[in-house]
């Protein structure tokens, strides 16, 4: 390279979190949540179940737990770990992607920007997912059963990062959870927020993120504000 050439740097990779962030299930969640806690004559209000989407689900049950007074088991939190998943598998159905989410990742594989997917989910409720969103198998994925710790602790998206060979510290985490921007955080990575998953700005911005769209979509039409420069 002579000295009068431009330097030029590769676009940050990103890492996305996935319910409520790539795929609209967030209240699917909610409600299998409910569900299953009814099953153990827990009356939880909603609200209070949408604040901790994003947690893993032995967090949830722990905060739960506290919460509660510590009325549950070790037991009956695995088996409300289990109600909660088969809840879940049946509002499958009713997930669809959110707007842009698909047009999103084929732009950025097409412009060869590094991504993958960094989930609290369980693998057996998360690789459904890549089919709805038209994506291969063989898809960069973390789901919770790969990682010791789940969000707010870094370790998906540290896993997600060193599955694709980046340094974490040069990507971008997407997510729609205060969760999901505290693990970035705590990773080194910068944070995007997205309201599609329930969250307010001022909450998301408070938690890290430097920047907050509203869904894929409207992140795809901003790339350029992360630093990714459609031609």
Do not use: C
């Not at 993958?116 to 709805?132: D, H």
Request: hydrophobic share 45%.
């Amino acid at each position: 390279m002579s000295a009068n050439e431009p330097v030029s740097t590769p676009p940050p990779a990103l890492l996305f979190d996935l319910d409520g962030t790539l795929i609209d299930s967030v209240y699917q969640h909610v409600l299998a949540w409910r569900e299953a806690l009814s099953q153990f004559g827990l009356d939880v209000a909603i609200w209070t179940i949408h604040r901790r989407i994003g947690m893993s689900g032995g967090l949830f049950v722990t905060a739960l737990r506290r919460e509660i007074g510590g009325k549950l088991t070790d037991e009956q939190l695995r088996q409300l770990t289990a109600a909660h998943a088969e809840a879940y598998a049946r509002l499958r159905e009713s997930v669809r992607p959110l707007p842009g989410a698909r047009e999103l990742l084929t732009t950025l594989t097409e412009q060869g920007v590094t991504w993958a997917i960094a989930t609290s989910g369980q693998a057996v409720s998360a690789r459904p997912a890549l089919e709805l969103l038209g994506l291969p198998e063989d898809t960069p994925m973390i789901t919770r059963d790969q990682v010791r710790h789940a969000k707010p602790d870094p370790d998906l998206f540290l896993a997600a990062a060193a599955k694709v060979g980046v340094d974490v510290r040069h990507a971008i985490v997407v997510g729609d959870s205060v969760w999901d921007l505290l693990a970035a955080r705590r990773a080194g990575a910068l944070g995007v927020g997205l309201l599609s998953g329930g969250y307010g700005s001022d909450e998301l911005e408070r938690a890290g993120a430097y920047r907050v769209y509203n869904d894929p979509a409207d992140l795809l039409a901003h790339l350029d504000e992360i630093g990714i420069r459609q031609p």
